[in-house]
């Protein structure tokens, strides 16, 4: 993909993309196995605090929660970028999975991760287009209202991180 083109059209429609989030425990933020890139999975942060915390259904609203998945998402792809170099190798987006802090009553969960999932169209146009989950949970790291983990096609990692030559010093 255009690494350029998708930071214009970030800035078309009023975002910018995030620093890539540093891993909140033991983990990596994306491993690439071949041509698949998985993202770790993502908790809405803007200026060190988390955003909408909460429960949906009880203090966060839909609209609240579908703007921390959208925010999620974008973290998602800064972490790809960071991972990646650049936006060039990715193909497309193949997964997401957006689980949701709710009380046991609440049922909108597909309109919440709508926030994630026409974020990812609005940025990358058809590539953006995925299967998805969308999942009820009790309770988030941090008190997260939502977190975002995504899989995404790339070329093949081998490509990205040519082997080195073991002969060369």
Known sequence: ?????????????????????KPLAAYLP???????AFVAGQVPIADGALVHPGLLGESV????GAAAARRA????LAALRA???????????????????ATSGF???????????ELLVEVLGEPGRHARAAVGV??????SCVEVAVTAE????????????????
């Open 1 to 21: 993909m255009d690494d350029e083109r998708i930071l214009e059209r970030l800035t078309e429609i009023g975002e910018e993309l995030p620093d890539a989030p």
């Open 30 to 36: 994306v491993v690439l196995s071949g041509s698949a």
């Open 61 to 64: 609203t839909v609209a609240d």
């Open 73 to 76: 998402a974008l973290q998602a």
């Open 83 to 101: 991972e990646l170099g650049s936006f060039g190798p990715l193909r497309r987006i193949s997964h997401v999975t957006v689980y949701v802090a």
């Open 107 to 117: 049922v909108e969960h597909p309109e919440v991760a709508n926030g994630a999932s």
């Open 138 to 143: 009790a309770s988030l790291p941090r008190g």
């Open 154 to 169: 790339i070329s093949p990692a081998d490509e990205i991180y040519p082997a080195e030559d073991p002969g060369s010093d």
